[in-house]
């Protein structure tokens, strides 16, 4: 095998390896309590990964295991370092950051979710990104309010 060879498996491999950054988004990075939890508990679990793709031996192999975890460190270190803990809503008369609302839509759907931020928003588990458009509607709202865009109603029925 020639070292022409070799330099540019190399360069292949290392290029294959190098991931982008993950995007973070241009909004203020808001949390919830929980949600700084969180970022910080996915940042030390992207460091242990990194640590521990680390001591492979193989050198294309180290280069392929670590990328994830190194790509994941740098984003959850960005989000931890920007992040701006929003306390809990201390009334329930309008819709804000932390508030979990009911509210019904014109096809007769009722649906609740916690408005939080965006890394720890999950609308299976009932969370909301407080930049989404649901959130966007109903943020500064009170109960019996309706909001809405085009042919989508929503009515506000509890906050709490």
């Known amino acids: 095998m020639s070292v022409a060879f070799a330099k540019d498996e190399s360069a292949e491999t290392a290029a294959e390896t190098h991931l982008p950054d993950r995007p973070i988004s241009p909004h203020p990075n808001r949390v919830t309590g929980a949600g700084l939890k969180a970022l910080e508990l996915q940042l030390q679990q992207a460091r242990e990964a990194y640590e521990a793709a680390s001591a492979i031996e193989d050198v294309n192999e180290r280069r392929?295991?670590?990328?994830?975890?190194?790509?994941?460190?740098?984003?959850?270190?960005?989000?931890?370092?920007?992040?701006?803990?929003?306390?809990?809503?201390?009334?329930t008369d309008s819709v804000s950051f932390g508030s979990t609302v009911t509210f019904s839509r014109n096809d007769g759907r009722v649906q609740t979710y916690r408005i939080v931020g965006e890394d720890e928003a999950d609308p299976k588990t009932g969370s909301i990104s407080f930049v989404s458009p649901v959130a966007r509607l109903l943020s500064g709202k009170s109960v019996g309010d309706v909001v809405g865009t085009g042919d989508q109603e929503l009515e506000i029925l509890v906050i709490v």
Request: aromatic letters at 8%.
């Open 64 to 91: 392929r295991q670590v990328a994830n975890p190194l790509r994941d460190t740098r984003y959850f270190a960005a989000r931890v370092h920007t992040a701006e803990v929003v306390a809990a809503p201390t009334s």
